[in-house]
């Protein structure tokens, strides 16, 4: 058996080696789920939709990034999940989430209040008149657990929906909105609301109005999609908010690019052109305008289609006059740089709608076919085209909306008549599911991942587009909660003013840059630093950080200071590996009758100089092989098993590395004979039920 000498050994050998790697490391690409053939042609087409999107929009952008608030969506105090908020359950799952979102590195959180909630006719006429008092309790508490997190209130306001998945509210509503037969009623009530919300969350950002033709739809007020009668309803919301005497309220109003009549909402909330006769898309209209000038315009970005033919769905559709809802976005984002006004994005996601389909189709369709993991590439890259136009055009926040994809996907799977759990595919489009089923599914899956703080691939690609730097394992790049002394890589922009390796003895500072970690007690320590450069920095989580949602802060003396936010465990198991095919950084130790041999190394340089394996001879049965895996993230855990191939092997020491900040040792052994002519066999290492990276190693 290796001895603790021995081991201290390797360390002094290897410990250049297994640096060189770790400034080696690159982020890794998230795996592409096969896309069925049912909806081939529509992710090719959407993937064409998206290329253009941020083609045109680097075009615009010189590359310089503008303090946006990037932010997430707080879907479990949405207005539309009914009573079922009021249940004390309710409130503990909202603030499990505003914590998740913050960990994303999210800046605010919208909420969505939308018309009728806490408008007291609407909870009368329900027979459920305490409500009111209720709901204004539920939705104080809501904001102030989110500036508990040191977040900005966003609050969004539309109607609420009465129909489809996202509807829980029902006949009640419905028989609320048929109630209502005079538009001037629906203008007074909005308004009375709007201040009502407003005193009760105190929000840093309120969107009074969000899509003028769904809520024409959805309250039946034919008036409210209009230009004329979104204008004048606006009014009365505007001043009612205002009204409330909020201190730095900003308040604004908006509508979704593929309107026909944009531009005539967009003058309109931005007071350009006002009584003007300017082209309507039915011909020569006077321009209205917003008498109270608004803070900042919003927009809601879906659909990025570029040939859609109808913008009207039937049973009267009428072509539209501009069909490029790109092209749309980037008229009212000049729109607003017209009028000086800010223009923020409080929803936006990549609706998996073809041309064809745009209008055509049951929007709970759309719902449900969000949920496949074969759509998580096409959404990561939407999210940058986002992130692209948002620093182009200085906007002061952006809202994606499918929060649930941040955490979970469905993998999709069809066939005949099958059902969830057997099967995941809608009816008619491979499956027999429904799509309430398919939403269902995608929600549950969700709220398990929001409340284990699990991140789909999608969650981690905001996380890293939004944040300053992103924060992974050093071993090979994963993302997950770090483990105080673990090794970890930051990889962002300006991060150092030069490039520099430290020797040991380790410092907390490095040519000028220091790394701080401010922990969930509010506690700060120095990290020490091992590397950094303009783009990485790798440094070591401090002893003693505390478990859950830390702040590191890099400074350098080049670009001031930057901040992101890591999520801190007990274990983060990861092992290094020597070159990019994910040779496992070890030794060998071969013990002959008892007695241990010199150690051997796992790799060799070919005539290039690149790391190869150099395979391990199991020698004669009179011969024992022993492994000394290098790694870290792995010290504090109670349990340390690994695998060889598919087999289980003795774990024999796993704890610190003598003399090395941050390196893990795990000494495993003996190798099982059967494995002798197998060639390149996987190596994992499982720390308190944690998994580590996969590494390999050569056995001849």
């Avoid at 982020?27 to 993937?47: E, G, I, K, M």
């Avoid at 049951?362 to 940058?384: H, K, N, T, V």
């Avoid at 450069?533 to 400074?555: C, F, H, K, M, R």
């Avoid at 670009?559 to 092992?575: E, L, M, N, Y």
Wanted: include cysteine; proline fraction near 7%.
């Amino acid at each position: 058996m290796m001895s603790r000498s021995q081991a201290r050994s390797f360390a002094k050998a290897s410990c250049f080696l297994i640096i060189v790697s770790i400034l080696a490391a690159t982020p890794c690409s998230a795996q592409t789920a096969t896309v069925p053939s049912v909806y081939q042609d529509l992710y090719t087409q959407l993937n064409g939709d998206v290329t253009d999107f941020q083609g045109k929009v680097t075009q615009l952008w010189n590359g310089s990034r503008y303090p946006v608030k990037f932010s997430g969506q707080l879907t479990s105090a949405n207005s539309n999940n009914g009573p079922g908020l009021l249940q004390p359950s309710s409130f503990t799952l909202t603030q499990t989430e505003i914590a998740y979102l913050k960990s994303l590195g999210v800046k605010a959180i919208s909420v969505e209040v939308s018309f009728p909630m806490l408008y007291q006719p609407f909870f009368d006429s329900i027979g459920q008149s305490q409500y009111q008092s209720q709901f204004a309790a539920f939705y104080a508490n809501v904001a102030a657990a989110i500036r508990a997190q040191g977040l900005q209130v966003i609050v969004e306001s539309q109607s609420m929906i009465p129909t489809g998945l996202q509807s829980v509210w029902g006949s009640g509503l419905q028989k609320f909105y048929s109630g209502v037969t005079a538009f001037q009623d629906y203008e007074n009530a909005r308004a009375l609301t709007a201040g009502t919300v407003a005193s009760t969350m105190r929000p840093d950002y309120f969107v009074l109005q969000e899509e003028p033709d769904t809520e024409a739809h959805q309250s039946g007020q034919a008036e409210a999609g209009t230009v004329a009668g979104s204008t004048t309803m606006l009014n009365g919301s505007v001043a009612a908010a205002r009204n409330a005497g909020v201190p730095g309220m900003q308040v604004g109003a908006g509508f979704g690019s593929w309107l026909q009549s944009f531009q005539l909402f967009a003058n309109s909330f931005t007071q350009q052109q006002c009584g003007q006769t300017v082209r309507g898309p039915g011909g020569p209209v006077s321009q209205p305008c917003v008498s109270a000038s608004l803070d900042f315009l919003d927009l809601h970005l879906y659909p990025i289609t570029e040939h859609t033919t109808y913008c009207t769905p039937p049973p009267s559709p009428q072509p539209c006059a501009s069909p490029n809802f790109l092209a749309n976005a980037l008229a009212i984002v000049s729109t607003a740089n017209a009028g000086k006004k800010p223009i923020a994005i409080s929803q936006t996601w990549l609706r998996k709608t073809s041309d064809s389909e745009w209008l055509q189709i049951s929007g709970d369709i759309d719902e449900a076919r969000e949920a496949y993991s074969f759509w998580a590439p096409l959404d990561a890259a939407f999210l940058q085209a986002v992130y692209s136009l948002a620093n182009y055009a200085h906007m002061p926040f952006v809202v994606p909306f499918n929060t649930q994809n941040f955490a979970a996907y469905l993998t999709w799977s069809g066939g005949g008549t099958c059902t969830i759990p057997a099967c995941t595919a809608i009816q008619g489009e491979g499956g027999g599911n429904t799509p309430a089923q398919v939403f269902s599914a995608v929600q549950s899956a969700a709220l398990n991942a929001i409340q284990t703080s699990a991140y789909s691939s999608v969650g981690n690609s905001y996380r890293n587009l939004i944040q300053p730097f992103s924060v992974s394992l050093a071993t090979a790049n994963q993302v997950e909660p770090f483990a105080p002394e673990a090794i970890v890589s930051a990889y962002g922009t300006n991060l150092a003013a030069v490039t520099a390796t430290a020797t040991p003895p380790l410092s907390t500072s490095l040519a000028g840059t220091t790394v701080t970690v401010m922990d969930s007690a509010g506690v700060s320590r120095a990290a020490f630093v091992f590397y950094v450069s303009s783009s990485q920095v790798n440094y070591e989580i401090p002893q003693d950080t505390a478990a859950g949602l830390a702040t590191v802060t890099i400074a350098s003396q080049s670009s001031g200071s930057q901040s992101a936010v890591i999520p801190i465990g007990v274990v983060s198991p990861g092992v290094f590996q020597l070159n990019a095919a994910g040779l496992v950084a070890a030794w060998v130790l071969p013990v002959i009758s008892g007695v241990s041999q010199p150690l051997l190394p796992v790799y060799q340089l070919d005539a290039s100089n690149n790391v190869v394996p150099l395979p391990v001879n199991l020698g004669p049965p009179t011969e024992q092989i022993y492994l000394e895996l290098y790694g870290t993230g792995i010290r504090n855990a109670k349990s340390v098993t690994v695998t060889v191939g598919t087999m289980n092997v003795p774990v024999l020491f796993a704890g610190p590395a003598p003399g090395y900040s941050g390196l893990d040792q795990v000494n495993v052994g003996p190798l099982p004979r059967t494995l002798a002519g197998q060639g390149s066999v996987n190596i994992v290492v499982t720390a308190d039920d944690q998994v580590s990276n996969t590494v390999n190693l050569t056995i001849q």
